[in-house]
């Protein structure tokens, strides 16, 4: 398929995804999001890509959903076309890792979208929020949710209920991103966290990435039980094998994801 609002670039065992509507800050348009489900379902059955690496520009990540796109929608066009869920349902999807590197405005759809990677590298310029309040709607892809259980309740109700934008800083001291580096060097930053994740065994790192999500859906007694039994079945693993002996023989591991 070939894409008119995103960039995708595999280099390196790494899918380098990137918002790509520039006059709009990258809002997100019925176009891009089928363009990112699609490329996010070629990231997963690509076998070349270990780590996907979601981003926008240095102005925006996203600016939150297209204003103009939706303005003159009507209830029953949103409820029957199931406005933008299929291809949410795809991007969340995805088993591989996927880090979202954040410069500038993430808002909205856009602030949800990065909740809905695996973590967020943020630059010193990321400003996230959930303005819908301010358009006389609400979040609707997991601004009250993701982000409540990020922040907790009370930052998430400030932010859905006033609209306002949460910097890079208070973003990190609260939990909804997981460094911040300065705005030049933030590809750099997630290029190399995934970098080494790409050096791991993917078998465990689809396994963290399935247990630490069974978190949110689960109590904690079925969470770690659940821990437990992915733990356990890693050790069918020959990359269970390699990793141990590896480490003992003071060496590099060699995983084969087998
Ligand atoms: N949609 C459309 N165009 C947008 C946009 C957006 N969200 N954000 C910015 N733009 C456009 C502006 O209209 C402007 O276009 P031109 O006038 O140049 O043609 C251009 O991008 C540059 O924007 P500004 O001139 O406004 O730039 P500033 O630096 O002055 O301000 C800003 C930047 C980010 C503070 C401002 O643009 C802004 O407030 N933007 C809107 C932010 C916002 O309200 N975001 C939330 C949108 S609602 C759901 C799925 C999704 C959603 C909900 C449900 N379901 C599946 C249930 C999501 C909803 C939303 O995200």
């Not at 973003?171 to 290029?191: D, I, N, Y």
Request: aromatic share 6%.
């Amino acid at each position: 398929m070939a894409y008119e609002t995103i960039i995708v670039d595999v280099e390196d065992h790494i899918a380098t995804v990137t918002l790509n509507r520039p006059d709009a800050l990258n809002a997100i348009n019925s176009e891009l999001m089928t363009e990112l489900a699609d490329a996010m379902s070629a990231a997963q059955s690509n076998d070349k890509v270990r780590c996907i690496v979601l981003t926008g520009s240095e102005k925006a990540f996203a600016a939150g959903a297209d204003i103009a796109m939706m303005k003159d929608k009507t209830y029953v066009e949103v409820f029957t076309d199931d406005l933008f869920g299929p291809e949410i349902d795809a991007v969340s999807r995805v088993r591989k890792p996927v880090i979202a590197a954040v410069s500038g405005y993430a808002l909205g759809g856009g602030c949800e979208l990065a909740m809905m990677c695996d973590f967020i590298i943020a630059s010193e310029s990321a400003k996230f929020g959930q303005p819908e309040i301010n358009l006389g709607v609400m979040a609707g892809i997991g601004g009250t949710q993701r982000l409540t259980r990020a922040v907790g309740k009370a930052k998430a109700m400030d932010m859905n209920l006033t609209g306002r934008f949460m910097d890079a800083k208070e973003a990190e001291a609260a939990g909804l991103v997981s460094r911040v580096v300065p705005t030049k060097k933030l590809m750099e930053e997630a290029m190399g966290a995934a970098e080494k994740i790409a050096e791991k065994s993917m078998i465990s790192v689809m396994a963290v990435k399935e247990a630490v999500n069974r978190s949110f859906e689960v109590p904690l007694r079925e969470g770690l039980l659940f821990e437990r039994r992915v733990f356990h079945s890693l050790f069918a693993t020959e990359d269970q094998k390699e990793g141990m002996a590896a480490f003992l023989e003071k060496r590099q591991a060699q995983f084969r994801d087998k």
